[in-house]
């Protein structure tokens, strides 16, 4: 079971996502910062464009927290980009969530497909994202679907 777990004690947590429209064509991300009682602070949506899922995940992660790296592949300026400012912020830990613990994250950068502009920012909880909220207040589990 997965649920959405709060930051540290002194800390902000933003968890961030990306996402492909139906057909593909679009990709966007979206993101939340929540603080140790996961109240909302902000939350963001963005149209990107085209591109794969995981650029959609780069931009999600910079836009988030805005050396080396594999100066070969086609996503290296983004994350260079993304090591240079963590480099610059000492307190960002970058982990892992499994999809049932980042649904405010997923519903705002599946919101970023649909929008007629290129980008909203919440400043308080959108309509949308009021179920998937709440439920992550009373910190609700959900099983962790694996593929066979």
């Not at 109240?39 to 949506?45: M, Y």
């Not at 650029?55 to 594999?70: F, K, P, S």
């Amino acid at each position: 079971m997965v649920n959405w777990k709060p930051p540290e004690d002194q800390w902000v947590k933003i968890n961030v996502d990306g996402a492909t429209s139906n057909n593909g064509s679009l990709i966007s991300c979206g993101g939340v910062i929540r603080d140790i009682e996961g109240r909302w602070i902000k939350g963001f949506a963005i149209k990107l464009g085209s591109g794969s899922v995981l650029l959609a995940e780069m931009w999600g992660i910079l836009l988030g927290i805005t050396n080396e790296g594999h100066l070969d592949h086609p996503l290296s300026p983004i994350i260079l980009k993304i090591q240079r400012l963590m480099n610059q912020h000492q307190n960002v830990k970058v982990t892992h969530a499994y999809r049932g613990a980042n649904h405010l994250a997923d519903a705002l950068a599946s919101h970023a497909c649909r929008l007629n502009c290129k980008e909203e920012i919440f400043d308080r909880v959108p309509s949308f994202c009021n179920l998937i909220f709440q439920e992550d207040i009373r910190k609700l589990c959900f099983p962790r679907r694996v593929a066979a």
